[in-house]
């Protein structure tokens, strides 16, 4: 049957291949449900067929192009006469769709060999509509739950190929691409990671290949438009994945970024990794609504984002906030707020607030405090641009905005007056800007608590800057910010009757029955745990000796000094002691008699019971002092061990 459906040109060669094709229905349909038959998922046997229903369907190919390519074709078992003119081509593909469709789990591997062969042997990918034709009608026939192992395969040929020509890998990428899309939900959540690894190793080959020396310009062309199909591939690989799935996508891409920035290479990588978790959280706005916030931001995400949020790179850390905004924001409120933050008119109307829920306030307690430290850290930076300052200061908000909790305002406002202290006590380039950042926090806070008198003594703080210090307010200072992220500096000192008084924040707040006892303590912040380049390590080492500390004196840890050889010697000291101790009994009961041991004993427990009874004598007299003892006294002699009365964290 293999031979007769490679037949030439002519009607009779034409009959001919029908003939063929179906009889390699009539083995599949026999073999695949006969075991006593044998098994044509054998490699050598499935490898025939599939070259001979590829050829098929390549040789008819152009001409049925435009036709339906989901290759629908009636069986050919049922009515003879009716189908007896079938096209070849279509008859290859409806039988290639009826081998796909009884594949198991483990014969999808064998199925795609041969396909990917044929492909190479031909040089099909380029143009890739043939690929993309059978890959088509591939995955509209595989089970559902087997549909990834296809596009696994897919991967692993691109594996293969990583040293191949740009224009072949664009287009075994896009083959990937549009087969994903395809590709049912329904898969493990390892397979998902291990091809999403495949892929981010694709891309740091790419880019590893573009800053090697003496690269021709066509090539680093050719390489970003493989590197630009890769991203697009990964944003259609999530579109059909559950959420809490995408997270882990985002999480095993943001952990992959590296950690000290030391070269343009590393530089190239963070920006594609981070364009491509951008991609996959753009995905996430229409299930965010009903997701909580710990299923969003895992320790494991959130610690590396919150990192990349402190980055040297002003265009890293706008990226960082831009994702940070995109998976907090569920009520679709970044939109309503960036625009105003520059214009200071900032208020709770046409806000959708989220419903308080009690997974995001323990969530907040728990983190609350670390991520509004990042917040204060990242307004600090002092080659902030303007789009650094909107989009942390829009951070800030919509945590208090998607949990709607006084604890979450009281923890702002807190960090707003450690920001007013930090521009007041310590000079710096950025300082009229976090003045303005401050009022058009309490601004919004204000509005958001509706405490009249809260509003009320941040108005007038704004009329009297309005009218004297103009800088101070967003309105003028965030304007006057240029693209270097300088801007103008009016920094003088007499600023107080121009500063919000916290303590009057505080009793407003108080008044209405909100917790306000974090407001009365300075504010203190921690330092990012993950220095981002080399230079931020080897500040840390001054610091240590900056104070005037000779690095000698410094107390390190104390090295380990149990070891193998240590407790080998342990061990054998203690044999040798207890041989001591015996020998030396041994010789006392030889020069003694046992008389004059007995007389020995007797005399210790006479001294020993003289003792007890004159312990036990003071506790019955009550001859103990009270600064010896705060303790009450106790009568042993009227006590009742039935009647001992514990304390409550005694008993269980």
Same mark, same amino acid.
């Given at each position: ?9 002519? #009607?009779?060669? @034409? ?8 009889? %390699?229905?009539? &083995?599949?349909?026999?073999? /695949? =449900? ?124 691109? #594996?293969?190929? @990583? ?8 287009? %075994?990428?896009? &083959?990937?691409?549009?087969? /994903? =899309? ?471």
């Amino acid at each position: 049957y293999q031979r007769r459906v490679r037949g030439g040109q002519g #009607e009779i060669s @034409r009959r001919t291949r029908q003939a063929g094709l179906k009889g %390699l229905q009539g &083995v599949i349909v026999k073999t /695949v =449900t006969d075991d006593t038959m044998v098994n044509i998922w054998d490699d050598k046997y499935l490898q025939k067929i599939m070259q001979a229903l590829l050829f098929n369907i390549h040789r008819g190919f152009g001409a049925s192009e435009t036709e339906d390519h989901g290759g629908s074709c009636p069986s050919p078992w049922e009515g003879s006469e009716q189908n007896s003119d079938i096209d070849p081509n279509r008859l290859a593909r409806f039988v290639l769709k009826d081998l796909v469709s009884r594949a198991a789990y483990g014969h999808v591997k064998s199925l795609m060999k041969p396909l990917l062969h044929f492909i190479d042997n031909h040089r099909l990918w380029v143009p890739n509509t043939f690929p993309l034709h059978c890959m088509k009608l591939i995955m509209d026939s595989i089970r559902m739950q087997n549909s990834f192992i296809a596009v696994t395969q897919l991967l692993g040929h691109l #594996e293969e190929h @990583r040293d191949g020509a740009a224009k072949l890998r664009v287009s %075994l990428v896009e &083959v990937v691409s549009q087969s /994903v =899309t395809l590709a049912s939900a329904e898969s493990i959540t390892p397979t998902i990671l291990e091809m999403f690894g495949s892929l981010l190793r694709r891309l740091k080959e790419s880019i590893t290949t573009c800053n090697k020396q003496g690269v021709a310009v066509e090539d680093v062309r050719e390489e970003g438009e493989y590197q630009e199909a890769i991203v697009q591939s990964v944003e259609k690989f999530t579109r059909s994945l559950q959420t809490y799935t995408k997270v882990e996508v985002c999480t095993h891409i943001i952990n992959s970024i590296p950690t000290f920035i030391m070269t343009e290479e590393d530089e190239q990588i963070e920006r594609i990794y981070l364009q491509c978790i951008m991609k996959i959280t753009q995905s996430l706005n229409s299930t965010l609504d009903t997701i909580t916030l710990p299923l969003l931001f895992p320790s494991s995400f959130l610690v590396p984002l919150q990192a990349l949020a402190l980055s040297p790179s002003s265009t890293t850390r706008a990226v960082s906030q831009q994702i940070y905004h995109t998976v907090l924001d569920r009520a679709g409120n970044q939109a309503k707020l960036l625009p105003n933050v520059e214009l200071g008119e900032l208020s709770e109307e046409g806000i959708t607030f989220g419903a308080q829920k009690n997974q995001d306030v323990l969530f907040f307690k728990q983190r609350g405090q670390e991520i509004y430290f990042r917040v204060f850290e990242g307004l600090l930076k002092e080659d902030n641009n303007l789009d650094n300052y909107t989009r942390t200061f829009c951070t800030a908000l919509l945590w208090c905005i998607e949990i709607p909790s006084n604890e979450v305002l009281v923890e702002m406002v807190h960090m707003v007056f450690g920001l007013q202290d930090e521009a007041c006590s310590n000079p710096r380039s950025n300082v009229n800007i976090l003045h303005a950042l401050v009022a058009a926090f309490l601004v919004f806070a204000s509005r958001l608590s509706q405490n009249n008198a809260f509003y009320q003594h941040v108005s007038e703080v704004n009329t009297r800057r309005k009218a004297d210090k103009p800088h101070l307010l967003p309105t003028v200072a965030l304007s006057s910010i240029d693209e270097d992220g300088e801007g103008a500096e009016e920094v003088e000192n007499g600023l107080g009757p121009y500063m919000f008084d916290a303590t009057v924040v505080a009793e407003c707040l108080k008044q209405q029955g909100t917790n306000v006892e974090r407001l009365s303590d300075p504010y203190h912040y921690k330092r990012a745990a993950i220095p981002r380049t080399p230079e931020s390590i080897h500040s840390l080492k001054l610091n240590a000796t900056s104070d005037g500390i000779v690095a000698s004196e410094i107390q390190t840890c104390p090295i380990e000094e149990v070891t193998y050889d240590s407790l080998k010697q342990a061990l054998q000291n203690s044999q040798k002691l207890g041989h001591v101790v015996n020998e030396s009994k041994e010789r006392l009961l030889s020069q003694e008699s046992y008389e004059e041991c007995m007389a020995k004993s007797n005399e210790k427990r006479s001294q020993m019971m003289a003792l007890r009874q004159q312990v036990f004598g003071n506790f019955r007299n009550g001859d103990v002092s009270p600064t010896e003892s705060t303790h009450s006294l106790i009568d042993l002699d009227n006590l009742n061990n039935l009647s001992i009365e514990l304390p409550d964290m005694y008993v269980y």
